[in-house]
């Protein structure tokens, strides 16, 4: 109905589902707006949702969520009409405490009765990083086990931490493709040994720093308007900013190069997100200190 035209803003792309957006006859504000959000959203899941054809909705990065969104997701899981969608939510434990909002809504839909499964996801142990190795490489298992061994030594299994430490020994040299054989071939002697960062971030700002300039200040802009920004607005702060360089075909081929590099993907037609927050952070801390508050 007309009410759906409040979602406007809020989901654009909705209106490829919905084929336009109603004429609103009132105007809305306050609590009243929030009331008629949260009844659309509800009525926009059990519309999809239907036994035959069930839906999950994934809410992703839920320690960045504020107490308002997690009000919409506690009336979205607890909504009694939501017999054919399953909500995941998926959150860092070590950046929620008790009084994070995050933990405060598990304790309310627990309470409500809601069937609620907590799954913990550990770091990769050594022979899932084994099997990593193996898909990527194209090569047994056997074949792999030793390089799996020194990379999970040096990353204790974090995935993202062995994607990157891949593609670092890769530019390095230390981890080529020899066409002779058909085959990857690695340094094994030269990765044990081999000096790395701490942390998947800081191995993400060392790669960075091998872009040209003008890749860099884009990756810092982009990153101060989030993890997720619309193309509208950095195209029209990168043609404002005396600091940015080029715009046009030029800051198009530095996109081209960030996204055939993997750190950034396109999400929908009109924006761009990282691919990952801890590539996000990364781009993010190439910006100075004294700089960010500009």
Same mark, same amino acid.
């Given at each position: 109905?007309?009410?759906?035209?409040?979602?406007?803003?809020?989901?654009?792309?909705?209106?490829?589902? /919905?084929?336009?957006?109603?004429?609103?006859?009132?105007?809305?504000?306050?609590?009243?707006?929030?009331?008629?959000?949260?009844?659309?959203?509800?009525?926009?899941?059990?519309?999809?949702?239907?036994?035959?054809?069930?839906?999950?909705?994934?809410?992703?990065?839920?320690?960045?969520?504020d107490a308002?969104?997690?009000?919409?997701?506690?009336?979205?899981?607890?909504?009694?009409?939501?017999?054919?969608?399953?909500?995941?939510?998926?959150?860092?434990?070590?950046?929620?405490?008790?009084?994070?909002?995050? /933990?405060?809504?598990?304790?309310?839909?627990?309470?409500?009765?809601?069937?609620?499964?907590?799954?913990?996801?550990?770091?990769?142990?050594?022979?899932?990083v084994n099997?990593?190795?193996?898909?990527?490489?194209?090569?047994?298992?056997?074949?792999?086990?030793?390089?799996?061994?020194?990379?999970?030594?040096?990353?204790?299994?974090?995935?993202m931490f062995?994607?990157?430490?891949?593609?670092?020994?890769?530019?390095?040299?230390?981890?080529?493709?020899?066409?002779?054989?058909?085959?990857?071939?690695?340094?094994?002697?030269?990765?044990?040994?081999?000096?790395?960062?701490?942390?998947?971030?800081?191995?993400?700002?060392?790669?960075?720093?091998?872009?040209?300039?003008?890749?860099?200040?884009?990756?810092?802009?982009?990153?101060?308007?989030?993890?997720?920004?619309?193309?509208?607005?950095?195209?029209?702060?990168?043609?404002?900013?005396?600091?940015?360089? /080029?715009?046009?075909?030029?800051?198009?081929?530095?996109?081209?190069?960030?996204?055939?590099?993997?750190?950034?993907?396109?999400?929908?037609?009109?924006?761009?997100?990282?691919?990952?927050?801890?590539?996000?952070?990364?781009?993010?801390?190439?910006?100075?200190?004294?700089?960010?508050?500009?």
């Amino acid at each position: 109905g007309s009410n759906m035209a409040v979602m406007k803003d809020l989901i654009p792309a909705l209106e490829l589902v /919905a084929g336009g957006w109603p004429e609103s006859h009132h105007e809305t504000e306050g609590r009243e707006t929030y009331n008629l959000i949260l009844h659309c959203l509800k009525k926009i899941v059990n519309a999809i949702a239907h036994p035959s054809h069930p839906v999950i909705v994934l809410f992703d990065d839920l320690q960045w969520s504020d107490a308002a969104s997690q009000d919409i997701i506690r009336m979205l899981v607890t909504d009694e009409a939501s017999v054919a969608a399953m909500f995941i939510g998926c959150y860092r434990d070590n950046e929620v405490d008790e009084r994070h909002p995050v /933990a405060e809504n598990i304790g309310a839909i627990l309470m409500s009765l809601v069937p609620l499964a907590t799954v913990r996801l550990e770091n990769l142990d050594k022979e899932s990083v084994n099997d990593l190795c193996s898909d990527v490489l194209h090569l047994s298992p056997r074949i792999t086990r030793p390089l799996a061994a020194a990379l999970h030594s040096k990353t204790n299994g974090n995935p993202m931490f062995v994607r990157q430490l891949m593609r670092s020994l890769y530019e390095d040299g230390l981890l080529q493709y020899a066409a002779s054989e058909r085959r990857w071939r690695w340094n094994i002697n030269a990765i044990r040994t081999k000096a790395i960062a701490d942390n998947a971030v800081d191995l993400l700002i060392a790669m960075m720093a091998s872009y040209d300039p003008e890749v860099r200040r884009l990756l810092r802009v982009a990153s101060c308007l989030g993890f997720r920004f619309d193309v509208a607005a950095f195209t029209l702060l990168m043609s404002t900013s005396d600091d940015l360089g /080029a715009i046009g075909s030029e800051m198009s081929s530095h996109i081209d190069t960030i996204m055939t590099d993997g750190l950034l993907l396109t999400d929908g037609a009109n924006a761009y997100r990282f691919s990952h927050d801890q590539i996000w952070l990364a781009a993010y801390s190439l910006t100075p200190l004294t700089a960010r508050s500009e």
